[in-house]
């Protein structure tokens, strides 16, 4: 193996136990977890009862099980991109991107064939049998706004350098949460089904109630991960 991969043990070649090396892994890994799992589960839709009744939203708020796995991708491409560059991080974005299609084929590969037991095999169509509506809105709206949100960190890096990383993992995934709910719930709850004919498509009251419930709980905790990305890089740049 020539000298340009880092030798037979890549990254790890001069160290087994480099924390860059190994975060990056580890943050790679999060990102593909969180993905996956988030596919998995955006089907299922939850609701989260609130102390009290917010305007427009009502008093819980509702969203798909997917939320928090994917509120993680965020987490795990902000550490990333702030440690290995914008470049690298659009990388990861891209080839997770088509590594969606990889999760689906597989599922749907394992519902389509012939199960032992009828009534594990409704199950399993059931729990895991993902809706065109769903998978058209979560694709698009994952492309569009994970780019957005490297591109956002990278200029409000490009203009502070090191400094105010809170400024730059807040505004990146408060923008680009704000992209993605938009999409999926116009896409999966409207142009979807108006356009494929998969169900109804939501009258505009529930759409925005739906949309803006979503967005709260993801800005929440784009606020609160904050901490959490700051102990991640420092501990790499250690």
């Keep these: ?79 990333y991109a702030e440690l290995y560059g914008r470049r690298a991080t659009q990388v990861v974005v891209n080839v997770a991107f088509l590594a969606n299609f990889l999760v689906l084929a597989l599922v749907w590969s394992t519902l389509a064939a012939p199960g032992v037991d009828p009534q594990v095999a409704a199950a399993f169509d059931t729990a895991l049998g993902p809706a065109a509506n769903v998978v058209a809105g979560s694709l698009l709206a994952y492309v569009v706004s994970q780019n957005w949100d490297v591109f956002v960190f990278h200029a409000i890096r490009d203009r502070t350098g090191e400094e105010l990383l809170w400024l730059r993992n807040v505004a990146s995934t408060a923008s680009s949460q704000a992209i993605d709910t938009a999409i999926f719930v116009g896409v999966a709850f409207y142009a979807a089904p108006f356009l494929l004919g998969v169900g109804n498509p939501l009258p505009a009251d529930v759409l925005l109630a739906l949309g803006l419930g979503q967005y709260l709980l993801k800005l929440a905790i784009a606020v609160l991960d904050t901490p959490i990305v700051y102990l991640v890089v420092g501990l790499v740049r250690e």
């Design 1 to 79: 193996m020539s000298s340009r991969t880092g030798g037979a043990d890549g990254p790890f070649a001069a160290d087994p136990l480099d924390r860059s090396a190994v975060a990056a892994v580890g943050l790679i890994t999060l990102f593909t977890v969180a993905l996956a799992t988030a596919q998995l589960t955006a089907a299922k839709v939850i609701a989260l009862p609130l102390p009290f009744a917010l305007p427009v939203v009502g008093p819980e708020i509702t969203l798909p099980g997917a939320a928090l796995a994917y509120a993680l991708t965020f987490l795990a491409s902000d550490c």
